[in-house]
């Protein structure tokens, strides 16, 4: 698979998600070219605030891996992560992150974002990380196009 | 109960996170007075490296209060919450933090830190919680000192 096609299914991740009334945000973790995770953000689901894409990708990870380092593994997720997602990412020393759309078009359509970026994490925290931005862009901006026409949205 | 009393408690579930050979890490979230969640670290035992225990703790309490919105919660940290934590705590709109020991302090004693304080993330992030350190620093320092002499330790 390639990496378009991780992204890809990310991207469908977070359109279920979507139907099911949550927030438009998929992550899918990779290692070696096979999915490790894929999940939607569940915050409502859930009802637990921690319940971003990436943190449910990481911890699912953990389990399926049987560790909490997950060096090797590259991250795609249809949005910025937010700097807890992106502090996860770190933690779990996840080796790169590719994503689509950024925190200022979460923000656009409503989110509470904390408006600091990955890059900025990245350089002030010291973290080997490699981020590769704008990845797959407008498909991902479209999920937050969908999201706002459905009638059960919920934003935070 | 006073707010001393409050970090006692995360001080002692943090000790008894250390005897299980968990990191000395706890974490108490308090409302109008009533203690909603208090938990130690957990990363080791659950094999989840997002398992801080302010993560734990605020996961626990969206559940208890059947809610994603803990405004009007105060959380106590034995130790300087990490960017992802710190955010987690804006994300659930965490009135206060107070902490004891300091991010540089945890990194003293071999811990992966992020070294980007929480007054950092507030101003940067432009959050609006409210920040004191310092906060009975010195029992909380004394947790790694009592970690750092066990003999299952294991850091990460």
Redesign the interface.
């Given at each position: 698979m390639t990496n378009n096609e991780f992204m890809l299914l990310a991207i469908e991740k977070a359109r279920t998600g979507i139907n099911q009334g949550q927030t438009p945000f998929g992550a899918c973790l990779v290692r070696k070219e096979e999915v490790i995770s894929c999940e939607h953000n569940n915050?409502?689901n859930n009802?637990?605030?921690?319940a971003h894409a990436e943190?449910i990708a990481?911890?699912k990870a953990?389990?399926k891996l049987?560790?909490?380092?997950?060096s090797g593994c590259v991250m795609f997720s249809t949005c910025e992560p937010?700097?807890?997602?992106?502090?996860?990412c770190?933690?779990?020393r996840i080796s790169k992150i590719y994503y689509g759309a950024g925190i200022e078009d979460a923000k656009k359509y409503g989110f509470?974002e904390?408006?600091?970026s990955n890059d900025?994490?990245k350089e002030?925290?010291?973290?080997p990380i490699k981020i590769e931005k704008d990845f797959l862009r407008n498909e991902c901006i479209q999920l937050f196009k969908e999201w706002s026409k459905s009638t059960d949205k919920n934003v935070?």
């Open positions: 915050v409502w009802l637990d605030i921690t943190i990481i911890r953990c389990k049987g560790t909490i380092d997950l937010c700097p807890m997602c992106f502090s996860a770190h933690w779990a509470n904390i408006e600091i900025f994490m002030k925290g010291k973290s935070y």
